[in-house]
C-alpha cells in the first residue's frame, strides 16, 4: 500500500535540535525526502536520501532511514526562528524516479524565541 | 538558473467553468509532476509526464487532464469544476536523473 505517516506538530525552543519522525510502508521505494513548506509558498527540497544509506548530512540536517523498520527521521541542529514551517517526508514509488512521490501529512514545527 | 515558473498564482473561478494552469520546468528538465494540495487530503499526485508523454497517474477524476509540449512546459486543465477542486495545484520538475523534483510557487484555485 502507500502510505506515509508524520506526526502533526513539533514545538521546540530556539537553539534546540528538532527531529521530526515518518514512516512509510513501499519497501520498493529507491529515495526517501523531506520538503520544507512555509506559508503561502511551494515544496522547498531540504535533502533526500537513497535507500541504501543509513544517514546522510548536509550541515545543520541530519537525515537517518532505518530500512528495516522503514522509519525516517530528520533532525534540525541549532533550530532558529526561521525554521519555522510544515515539514513532508515523501517516498518515491517503485523504482529510482521522481514521477511519483507519495507525502506525509506534514509536521508543522514551532519554533519559540 | 531559473526555477519552477507556474502561472497564473491566484484563480477565482465559478462551478462549471473550466481552468488550464501552466508550468514551465528548470531549463534542461524533461519530467514535470502534478500534485494538489488541500486542507484535508494533503498532497496527492495528479499526474506525471516525461518528453510530452504521460507516464504515471494519479486517482482524479476525467475532469482532470494534461499535456506537455515539446519544450516540456506543461499544463493541467480542469473541466466543470467543483467546489472541492480548490486547492494549491503544485508542479515539480525532475532533471535526467529524476533523483530529485523541484517545485514552483503553485497556483491557488478558488472555485465559487
Known amino acids: 500500500g502507500e502510505d506515509v505517516e508524520q506526526s502533526l506538530f513539533l514545538s521546540v525552543r530556539e537553539g534546540d535540535s528538532s527531529v521530526i519522525n515518518c514512516t512509510y510502508t513501499?519497501?520498493?521505494?529507491?529515495?526517501l525526502y523531506w520538503y520544507k513548506q512555509e506559508p503561502g509558498a511551494g515544496l522547498q527540497l531540504l535533502t533526500y536520501i537513497f535507500s541504501n544509506m543509513d544517514m546522510k548530512q548536509d550541515q545543520r540536517l541530519t537525515v537517518l532511514l532505518n530500512k528495516k523498520d522503514k522509519h525516517l527521521s530528520l533532525r534540525i541542529a541549532d533550530t532558529q526562528t526561521g525554521d519555522s514551517a510544515i515539514y513532508f517526508c515523501a517516498e518515491s514509488m517503485g523504482s529510482s524516479n521522481t514521477g511519483k512521490l507519495i507525502f506525509g501529512q506534514g509536521t508543522t514545527l514551532q519554533v519559540k524565541p | 538558473k531559473a526555477g519552477v515558473t507556474q502561472t497564473p498564482r491566484y484563480l477565482i473561478k465559478t462551478r462549471g467553468q473550466q481552468v488550464t494552469l501552466s508550468c514551465s520546468p528548470i531549463s534542461g528538465h524533461r519530467s514535470v509532476s502534478w500534485y494538489q494540495q488541500t486542507p484535508g487530503q494533503g498532497l496527492q499526485f495528479l499526474f506525471e509526464?516525461?518528453?510530452?508523454?504521460?507516464?504515471n497517474k494519479g486517482n482524479f477524476p476525467g475532469r482532470f487532464s494534461g499535456r506537455q509540449f515539446s519544450n516540456s512546459r506543461s499544463e493541467m486543465n480542469v473541466s466543470t469544476l467543483e467546489l472541492g477542486d480548490s486547492a494549491l495545484y503544485l508542479c515539480a520538475s525532475s532533471g535526467a536523473g529524476r533523483t530529485e523534483a523541484f517545485f514552483g510557487q503553485g497556483t491557488r484555485l478558488t472555485v465559487v
Open positions: 513501499d519497501s520498493s521505494s529507491t529515495y
Open positions: 509526464y516525461f518528453s510530452e508523454t504521460q507516464r
